[in-house]
């Protein structure tokens, strides 16, 4: 009996001691984390400064993040343009170190956070191109790619069920909603809609890319709502 015990309590220490595993590429420019726990972008433990300055490309391929690691993506990491956050899991966290200003504040589980790629002074993140978000988010906070006006690629996944304010205002993105998504719709402009009882009713986004520009679009005789300034910035011929 003690044998046993003696083993599971080695197995359940290895299993907790297993450590995160970064994969860089020899130029520096693509780094990959699988283990991740939540603010492991925080300090030097995985990835340097230095690093961080030269990683163009960041893929969580398992594990926890939280409002610190966005907020180091978002600051510290100068170069990047292409993120993939879709294995990651988003925790919980409490304190001063997230992306919405020094202040203590509560930043829910499952939650993309407020200004996660635009700073808290609506600048949004100039390097950033492309971006998925975990598959287990289940929320959107406010102006989180605010004036990201390089990007080409960005998702709302399945599980969202609320987005703040102002998510994509301003951005360039083509955004794509997960077709299972119940709550929201995209189409292949990348124009974002509120769905009621599986109805486009209400339009929450149009991209500012030139995909929309210059162009007759039609919107669904479903819709009754148009959000301000869905349409910013747009070179749209008509409506």
């Given at each position: 009996?003690?044998k ?15 450590a995160q ?11 990959s984390?699988s283990?991740?726990t ?7 433990t995985?990835l340097?400064a ?9 893929t969580i ?10 907020k ?8 990047l ?7 990651a ?10 992306t919405?200003g020094?202040?203590s504040?509560t930043y ?7 200004f996660?790629?635009c700073?808290t002074?609506?600048?949004?993140k ?9 598959t ?9 790619f ?5 990007m ?6 399945s ?6 304010t102002?998510?994509f205002?301003?951005?360039?993105a ?6 299972a998504?119940t709550k929201?719709?995209s189409?292949a402009y990348?124009?974002?809609y509120?769905?009621?009882?599986g109805?486009?009713?209400s ?5 500012t ?14 819709v ?8 910013v ?7």
């Amino acid at each position: 009996m003690k044998k046993i015990i003696l083993l599971l309590l080695c197995l359940w220490l290895g299993i907790g001691l297993q450590a995160q595993t970064l994969t860089i590429s020899p130029d520096g420019k693509t780094a990959s984390i699988s283990g991740s726990t939540a603010g492991c972008l925080v300090g030097t433990t995985v990835l340097s400064a230095a690093q961080k300055t030269t990683v163009t490309s960041l893929t969580i391929t398992s594990g926890a993040i939280d409002a610190t690691d966005f907020k180091v993506m978002r600051d510290a990491m100068t170069a990047l343009a292409d993120i993939d956050l879709s294995a990651a899991t988003i925790s919980q966290y409490i304190g001063t170190g997230g992306t919405n200003g020094a202040s203590s504040q509560t930043y829910p589980v499952n939650t993309v956070p407020t200004f996660a790629f635009c700073s808290t002074g609506y600048v949004g993140k100039a390097t950033i191109k492309t971006a998925k978000m975990p598959t287990t988010a289940t929320a959107y906070g406010n102006n989180i790619f605010y004036g990201c006006s390089n990007m080409t690629a960005a998702d709302v996944p399945s599980l969202v069920a609320t987005m703040g304010t102002n998510v994509f205002y301003m951005c360039s993105a083509i955004v794509t909603v997960d077709p299972a998504n119940t709550k929201f719709a995209s189409d292949a402009y990348g124009v974002v809609y509120g769905l009621t009882a599986g109805v486009k009713t209400s339009i929450l986004y149009g991209s500012t890319s030139t995909t929309l520009s210059a162009m007759d679009y039609t919107v669904p005789a479903t819709v009754t709502s148009i959000t301000a300034y869905a349409f910013v910035l747009n070179n749209l011929h008509s409506i």
